[in-house]
């Protein structure tokens, strides 16, 4: 069992940055690639970005490479993520979630993720 929570969500101006985090417990941390998702009211999950288990690979949705960074801590067994210039379209509730049988993998498909946050509610205002 892999236990996830999020943090770091909020209400921010547009243009503003925010920092997510995401606290993993329940089994080695390093043996796991990691992924955020978001998902809006009356939308579908959507694919933010993913990690590896190591950090040396990364994977990002196209329409926010450039914005968003994910990273990770190993030693704290903590994901991240970066939200730079946010928009009223990043309003979303953002999810982290553990694949656990593929670390060196950047899965976008959020079926091929095991476990998952509650969520952190991300609000940008314009």
């Known amino acids: 069992q892999v236990q996830l929570v999020e943090s770091g969500g909020g209400l921010v101006q547009a243009g503003a940055s925010l920092r997510l985090s995401c606290a993993a417990s329940?089994?080695?941390?390093?043996?796991?690639?990691m992924g955020w998702f978001r998902q809006a009211p009356g939308k579908e999950r959507e694919f933010v970005a993913a990690?590896?288990?190591?950090?040396?690979?990364?994977a990002y949705s196209d329409s926010l490479k450039g914005r968003f960074t994910i990273s990770r801590d190993n030693a704290k067994n903590t994901v991240y993520l970066q939200m730079n210039s946010l928009k009223p379209e990043d309003t979303a509730v953002y999810y982290c979630?553990?694949?656990?049988?593929?670390?060196?993998?950047?899965?976008?498909?959020?079926?091929?993720?095991?476990?998952w946050g509650q969520g952190t509610q991300v609000t940008v205002s314009s």
């Open positions: 979630a553990a694949d656990v049988h593929f670390a060196v993998g950047t899965p976008v498909s959020p079926t091929l993720y095991d476990y």
């Open positions: 990690i590896t288990w190591s950090g040396d690979s990364t």
């Open positions: 329940g089994r080695t941390f390093s043996s796991f690639a």
